[in-house]
């Protein structure tokens, strides 16, 4: 039998309007209403419930309401409803009233004949005092909470909207950071593992692999079990003391640049760093090397005399008046001498220097008749500008190689060179007790056996297309069988302190600008996410007054641009804390999406209370009592505010994140009977330990 929609209406009122304003609207409850389970929503439902939704007629459908609270005033007479209530004696009477947080609107659209709903954020407006509050369906409510467009990746249920499905669009999620925040043992690191997950596996199709790119920077070491080698997700896994199945951890020292440099030798802004980028950019350009082989030499001698005669033609030498035109001759005769040297030493076999001896040869005989004429033709000229650049290319130059290198352009070079060209730079300007310092830390940093492994590239040489290709990821069916691997996990765990802020900060300054001149060269960006694991060790708020900046500073202004330009070029970040109230305010208030589980600190409520708006507040107070797995998901990714049971992982999934189990220890056993050993071996600890 089919129920009228006004007979519905009266069969889902639970109470009226008695208060509006744009961010508070106060309800009375009807004296029938229920006080523990409502059955009149077609199944038992908790009611009333703080944070749970209800419904207000208004002009273009229904205003959703989220409750903030519940309270019980005194009616100074009943509130009657019928004849049947006229009996009731004239004394106060109990009223129970609810305040509601409007949050959006449902609109009744048909579709093939049947209702359906549709929500939408915002509300254009309000309902007036008397209108009725109803209780959503269960249709209603999964319309309020599995609302939005492209939602792909189901992370959770429910449990105030009868376990209606939480799923996010990764668009959205990924696409302006998500921030996850909450206290150690509140299944943060779940969360994110999880989200990782459930995303590859939702995108991953028959037969084919995803084309995504997570990179976790994972300072405990927790990752591996849930992403390495040995998982379906078949991770790469980064390590300083790397096993058979691990990558080498490396980082070389050419890769930093010239801030990075600088807050790790902490030079002084005045005298040392200016000799310092002067060094770096030497280095850069190959313009100090303490064994040269003789291709580079002659390399080197062909670009400069090629800059040198595109500049004679640029400014008109050749054929000027006199005596520029006999100062050229001058310069090629030198030349030429230069090349007749290089000639004997490569051998009478090789025969790369051959042509352009021959062509200067010919240039300054044409001129070495008394009366000859010093001017020369601008088709001799440039005959010669080619010669040379032919010359240059057979020895491996190349038109870019002409250009002095910045000083943070990532070229190799050997850390040695660095400091013997320091010390050079030292005593030709005479700031040697001024540098003194500067060299011992870069000669601490190179002879450090704990920060060689990373730092140093001297035996087997890092090349960067191939680092970015294994750190970053290669295309799907590249490589070997099974060599792809969506996650990358770099285990900063055995990372030394001295640097592991260092380590963090060009990782991921590589990752950006790779980025970058991917957009740049493809016009089109290449997605990535960053994780951030314990994010409040690397993006920490720091003083922006000091001259000299010290290289957690460095790491976190990193992030700060990552957090500011990343989205513009496919960089996704996920900020994952137990201290907001530590975090950078530049990296929080660019995160779009926050998924918050239980925060009990006073500090780092407020800091998260202040990243929302004032109606969304009341929601915020139920975080110092959630539960673990349990999380409030709010901003870009989500429709409205939504309180979520986050979907299991099994052990092998999770991270290694466990609290200890001291009670099986001190026992020996745990609770299946079974052996709990653990052996106090502190010989092979210090022996591993004064390895170093």
Known sequence: MSVLPIEQIEQLRVGSIDFVSPNEIRAILDIDAPDAVALNAGTPRNFPRVNSYVLVICDNGYLVGQVEWLAVEHSPFPKRKGLQDFGLIDLPFPLRKLSLNPVGTLKRVSKQGRDNYKFQRGADSFPTIGASVLLPTDHQLRSIVESGDNRRVVIGHSPLANNANVAIDPDRLFGRHVAVLGNTGSGKSCSVAGLIQWSIEAATEKGKEPNARFIILDPNGEYTRAFGPKTKFKGRV????????????????????????????????????????????????????????????????????????????????????????????????????????????????????????????????????????LNASVDEIDKLILNIADSFGAFGGDEKDLFPKGEDIPLPFEGDNLVSYLEALAQQTGNEQHVEYLIARIRTMLADTRMKPITNDSEKKVDLAEWLETYIGKDVGEGKEGEHSCVSVIDLSLVPNEIIHLVTAVISRIILESLQRYRRLNNVTLPTVLVAEEAHTFIKRYRDDSENQDVASICCQVFEKIAREGRKFGLGLIVSSQRPSELSPTVLSQCNTFLLHRISNDRDQEQVHKLVPDNLRGLLRELPSLPSQHAILMGWASELPVLVKMNDLSEAQRPHSDDPHFWNVWKGKDEDGKTVARKSDWKSVVADWQKG
Not at 315 to 343: D, M
């Open 238 to 373: 980064f390590k300083v003391d790397a096993g058979a199945e691990d990558h080498q951890l490396k980082v070389p020292s050419w890769f930093w640049n010239s801030s990075e440099w600088a807050a790790f030798t902490k030079a002084s802004a005045k005298v040392q760093l200016p000799l310092l980028k002067r060094a770096l950019r030497a280095m850069r350009n190959e313009e100090f090397e303490l064994h040269t082989n003789l291709d580079l030499e002659i390399k080197r001698f062909l670009g400069t005399i090629l800059v040198a005669i595109k500049h004679d033609k640029s400014v008109g030498s050749p054929w000027a008046i006199f005596p520029r035109p006999k100062n050229v001759l001058e310069r090629i005769i030198c030349w030429r001498k230069s090349i007749g040297h290089y000639q004997g030493r490569l051998g009478a076999d090789d025969k790369r220097l051959d042509n352009l001896f021959e062509n200067l040869q010919k240039y300054c005989d044409d001129r070495d008749d008394k009366y000859s004429k």
